[in-house]
Each structure stands twice: as C-alpha cells, then as structure tokens.
C-alpha cells in the first residue's frame, strides 16, 4: 500500500487494488470470526424461534413471544436470580481481597512473596473436578450446610485467584513515584490511595470484576459440587433439565446475560476511548 | 581516594545565613552497602545548593532522607533546627521534583498543581489563589485544563516545579529534574530555575551528575563520592581549589602528576615533578615536606607553543600524540619526556596550529597550578575525565 501512495513520474497508473496475499488474510480473518461467534450467534437466534415440543433445537419460525415472556418458565427464572446473587457477593468480595493481595504483591518485597504468586496461581490450574469434589469433601467433613454460603465461598476462592492476577498484570509498571509524589505534596497514606492509587488501577479492578462475573456466572462444575440439593444455579438448570427440555428462555436468558455483559465492557470501552482522546 | 574528611571551604556563599536544612552527621545503609557515610553540612536560607557526584554516590539517597523517603541509619536531620529524621515525608515542610516529574496522569495540569493545597485543606479561594500564582510563574496558565500526556517534556517539567512550589515549602528539593530533557531544552530549564528561584526565593537543592549543570546553576556544591561528601564551596572554588583528586577529576577536565612536596615557605609550596621543581602558589593542600600529593593544571591553562619565552610560566618539551577538534577549542594531547602525557585547550585558530608528531613547548603560569592531598589513580597520570 505505501508503495502506492509515492507515485514516481515514470510508473504507469494503475487502479489500487489489493495484493492477492492480503486479500486471502482478509478472508481467513472473517472465517475465523464466524468460528468464535457462531455459537453466540444461534443462541441469540433461537431466543427468537417458536419451538415445536419441547427442546429448541430446531429452527420453526420467528417470533417474539420469547422476549415479551423470558421468565415464563420460573424455575429458570428463580436459578438466573440465584446466580446473580451468588456472582454480586462473590464478585464483591473476591475483587476486595483480590484486589488487596495484588497491591502488596506488585508494591512490596517480602519474605515468601514467590510462594504466595505460586499459591494464587493454584486455584486455576486445578482441575475444575478435583476442586469441587474437595471442596465437597471439606464441606461435608465440617458439618456445613450446603447451599448458597457455600458455593459464594467456592466462588470467591477461584475468583480471587483471577482478580490477584488480573490487577497485578494490570499494575506492572506502575509508577509508584506518585505515590511519593502525594505524600510529598502533604497527603496522607489514606488520601493518598484514594484520590491516586486506586483511580490510576480502577480500570484493571473493573476489568477483572468483570471478568470474574463472568466466570462465576458461566460456573457449573464446581457450583454442582457444593450447591446442595435446594439451591441451583442457572448453569446447574440447564444441565440438569436438558435431558427433559430445552426451552427458548434459555435462549433468552442466556442473550440478556450476554447483553448484560456486552454493555458494561462497551461502558468500559468508552470510557477508555474518550480518556485517551483528552489525554 | 584518600581524603576521608569534606574540607568546607567558605561554609556560606548564599543571601542568607540561617541554616534552614542542616545534615548532622548523617549515614545511610542499606543491607549490603553504605549508601551515605557521615554526611555532615548546613544548606542556608534562599541558596541554590547542589549535590553533584557520580551514579551510587550517595546525592540522592541524601535527598531522599531530606524529603522523608528514607530514614537515617544514624545522625539526624534538622529541618529550620527542628529533627525531623523520623516525620513522615506528609508531614515535613519540603516538596520535591522527581526525576521523571511523576505528575498524575489522571488530573489535569490545574489539580495537579491544586493536589497539594488541598491535601492540606485550604480553603477553595486560598487554592485557586495559588495554583493561580505559580502556573503564572512557569509560565503554564493557558494551559491548566491539560492532561500531563498532552504537555511536552519541558512543560511536564515545568508543571511538576508549579505542583512543588504551591506549597512555599521551605526548601524545594530537585532530583535530577532536567535529565530527562535534549541539551537546548536543559540549558533553557537551567536559566528557567534560576529565574524562578530569584522569583520565589526559596532554597533549593538540586542533585544532578552534571558537573557543568551545577557549575552554571549552584551558589554552592557537594561533590560526593561513594558516600562521601568530599568538597563543599562555590563553583569558583570547587573548579579552581578542588580539595582531592577526585574533585579535580569530576569538575572539568584536569592533568594530574605525582608530586613530592620539597619545600614550603608562607603560601608557597615548592614540589618536585616529573624530575621538575616548580612553585605552587596559595597551596591549601597541607601537605608537609617529604609527602607526597598530586599536582594539578586545567587542559585551558596549559599552553602550546604560543608565547612559549614567557619568563613567568613553566615550559616543558612535549611531542603532540593526538589532536581532536571540539568547536571552540582544540584538544591536545601531548607526550613529555618522562612517558606521561600532558592535555591542552588551546583555541581553535584558524590556522598555525601544530599538527601530531609536532615538537613543541607545553607551559603554564605559576597561578594555573594546584598541589592535591592524594595520588592521582595508577593506571594513568592524566585522569582528565570527560564528563558528557
């Protein structure tokens, strides 16, 4: 392309056109985002189908009766409102926790500080399977009821492993002069992490609250382990019911779910845009 | 190097004569090494005091410790004759410019300069009135609703003195503030500090490794070596009288000889060199007959050939080994009979300047020659060190 924006006098004009190379790039690209989006892309079109019997699995006919009822059918109903609970406590304190260590771990030098990286790594390189078959040993060992204490505990756990390492990832390179800098102009430590630390690393926090969200959402394996017999989440319902049904609002709840999601990384998005545009 | 003690020549040169930062005795370690050993000097009231010295020589470490970032192994440090060794630096009456400004990203220039009025809580009127004042004083009002990111280097850098400043702190410390910046952009900022240091007249203490930067900025200077603060004087002094051969080397350029002091009347010191005997005049070195010192001449003062019948200077035979061309001045190099090798600024005439290979006549007055306490290093008897 370069070449063709500095004619010489003596070459002959020619119709810009791409090279072939390029052309099959493009190409390949596109192919590969049909493969990533496919899967979304027919949830979000099923929650629009009017299904024959009861699985939706087979495309019939467009309709919105779907979206003018998504919690027709209440026990999924009850299972979304359940996971978002167990998302919101787990995400809150997963993020402050995880938050904190990542703080210490990028800021401060200590003793054992290569054990405690190796040790927050642990909790996502154990096999989903492994985790909550002994995490179900533990439960049942102490005696402690299963139900929603004890999958926001399982979640905050895998979650905060992911938010340590998020924001330390995210605070690598962080100029810790500023810090010195507010204290220096008179602040105090408190103030000075407020109105400096904690502004300049809230992106990195927000994306890995986010990211855990997700994770505890989308989470079953685990979840199915400590949930107990009364509690489910709406991953559990889908997969315990999809033997006898699939009906559309799984469709339609996973789409608002997306939808969900989908906005608050377009805020944040947004946000990034205009911050660098003034900067 | 082998002068342990600092000599404090002319303990005050600045417009005041309180003491306003006084370092008592002060030594820093850190678990493998000694970063400050026994630092002990006053900055006075209103003066621009630099601390000058190579990487690891202890000038910022000694900041540091100023500015409450680091805390004192021993000693104590008096800020206005209060210790204030272990104040946090929140609440210690001193501001600094660091090295890469740290300005925060996320405020504008305008609530980067009001963060430190209003981390003290004063009222909204008082704040604006200030940030109002310094971001005239560098200059910087039109620009108050910028992001750092949007600012050029020499502006960022000039935020960064406003955001010190707005507190009237009682010293301002400057860590290396113009490092960052190209050479035209540095000598400007030279110029600019000067003038808003008459402006505000507050202290200043400035670390650099610049020998020329401080030389062109400081009233006076700490030249520090591996801990050590080993000269503290005006640049005039540090320049003419440096007070060890470290000095000598690190403040411009110099030719050093091994000289055996044989005789001392009054001022006057009479030292054998290179199998010479020549007079040094004003010696301070207090070296005493039969010792042995180093004998200094500036590259400026040493002559080539030009007016070499002088009666007054001292003149040697010298075979010209180098020639480098520097703009205003030419470099020489040349060898004298004993093997060691004399360097000479000579101005760069337009023409009639020897060429190597060259025989030609070395000479200096009496005046250009400085006796040192010390041997200059082994490898070689010309430690004239370049200092970018």
Known sequence: ?279 | MSTPQAVQTSPITGPGTKPVIEIDHVSKEFADFTAVKDANFSIVEGEFFSMLGPSGCGKTTTLRMIAGFETPTSGAIRLQGEDVSRVPPNKRDVNTVFQQYALFPHMNVWDNVAYGPRAKKLPKEEVAKRVEELLGVVRLSDFATRRPGQLSGGQQQRVALARALVNYPKALLLDEPLGALDLKLRQGMQLELKRIQREVGITFVFVTHDQEEALTMSDRIAVMNVGNVEQIGSPREIYDHPASVFVAGFIGQANLWVAKVVERTGSTTTVEVAGRRLDVENDRSGLQVGETGTFMVRPERVHIDADAAHPERWTVAATITELVFQGPVVRYEARLADGSTVVAHVPARRDGLPIPGDVVKASWSDDACVLLPGVPAPTKSDTAADEA
């Open chain 1, 1 to 279: 392309m370069t070449a063709t924006t500095t004619p010489s006098p003596t070459a002959s004009p020619r119709p810009e056109r791409r090279p072939l190379t390029s052309r099959i790039l493009g190409l390949w690209a596109w192919l590969v985002y049909l493969w990533l989006f496919a899967p979304i892309i027919v949830i979000i079109a099923f929650s629009f189908n009017k299904p024959v019997g009861k699985f939706n699995t087979a495309w019939k006919q467009f309709t919105f009766d779907n979206w003018l009822h998504p919690f027709n059918k209440p026990e999924y109903r009850d299972a979304l409102v359940t996971s978002l609970q167990v998302a919101a406590v787990a995400v809150v304190i997963a993020t402050i926790i995880g938050g904190l260590m990542a703080l210490a771990l990028s800021k401060y030098d200590f003793k054992g500080k290569g054990l405690v990286n190796i040790v927050v790594v642990l909790p996502l390189t154990t096999p989903e399977i492994v985790m909550g078959s002994s995490l179900f040993t533990l439960f049942f060992a102490r005696n402690i009821g299963f139900g929603f204490t004890t999958i926001v505990i399982a979640h905050v756990l895998f979650c905060i492993s992911f938010v340590a390492m998020t924001v330390q990832a995210r605070m690598r390179g962080f100029d810790w002069a500023l810090e010195d800098a507010a204290l220096d102009l008179g602040s105090s430590p408190w103030r000075t992490f407020r109105t400096v630390t904690f502004p300049l690393i809230l992106p990195g926090i927000a994306a890995a609250a986010l990211l855990s969200f997700a994770l505890s959402i989308d989470d079953y394996i685990i979840t199915s382990f400590v949930a107990g017999d009364r509690t489910k989440t709406f991953p559990m319902q889908i997969f315990n019911a999809n033997k006898v049904e699939i009906p559309p609002q799984v469709q339609v709840l996973a789409t608002m779910i997306l939808m969900f999601t989908l906005g608050l990384m377009a805020i944040g998005a947004w946000r990034t845009i205009r911050r660098t545009a003034t900067t």
